[in-house]
């Protein structure tokens, strides 16, 4: 069983890395992106069309990148519950009472003795499932933490994106998460792995 959990963060690694390569990276890189989004009084029927096509092109494209994150964080946290619950099987570590994603993040990184203070490796890790309370919940205090958390994730003057929801502005509608967000998240799952990783060769320092 011993072998088991030292195995683990290995198995786990590739497993996230080849979800971003062969799934996320290339939905994200077949997906239109159009760096100014015109507005205004269209002179023609063409125009306007073309207009609205490119504004539902850059809003799926955030949708997407939304969803991703959501997947990126859930394989993550239940990648961490497996290996806490390897840890406790060998009676090494009581993981048991171990609730939440902070709560079992910091737990793991322990028992790895992975310092989440390098590179923001915890403040990425955190900002991830953050971002994926938002999605999946919309409005509500994951999406006030973040707003403080990661102001950046907010741009009202932006050119390129147009909420398409009618009525009332709604925030959580409005973070916005683009590829580059994307590869931070998968660096710091897969560092983590690589770092929680007791066998020579580990890579500790994923190509993202």
Known sequence: ???TKDALPRVFQANLARLF??????????LPHHPVLETGVAATLDQF???????????MGNEAAKAFTLSLAGVFER?????????????QTDMSRLRGF????????????????IDRLGEDLTQ?????NVVRHGEGPSCDRLR????????????????????????????????ADLVRYIRATTRFWGL??????AVTNPPY
């Open 1 to 3: 069983m011993d072998a």
């Open 21 to 30: 390569e062969r799934v996320i990276l290339p939905a994200l890189d077949s």
């Open 49 to 59: 069309l073309d207009r609205a096509a490119a504004q539902v092109d850059n809003y």
């Open 79 to 91: 990648q961490m519950s497996i290996w806490a619950c390897a840890i406790h099987d060998l009676g």
């Open 102 to 117: 902070e709560a079992l993040l910091a737990g793991c990184a322990r028992e790895a003795g992975v310092d989440l203070a």
């Open 128 to 132: 991830m499932f953050v971002v994926a």
């Open 148 to 179: 403080a958390l990661a102001p950046e994730l907010w741009d009202d003057a932006a050119t390129d994106y147009l909420d398409l929801l009618p009525g009332t502005s709604v925030a959580s509608e409005h973070l916005r998460l683009r590829k």
């Open 196 to 201: 929680a990783d007791p066998h020579p060769l």
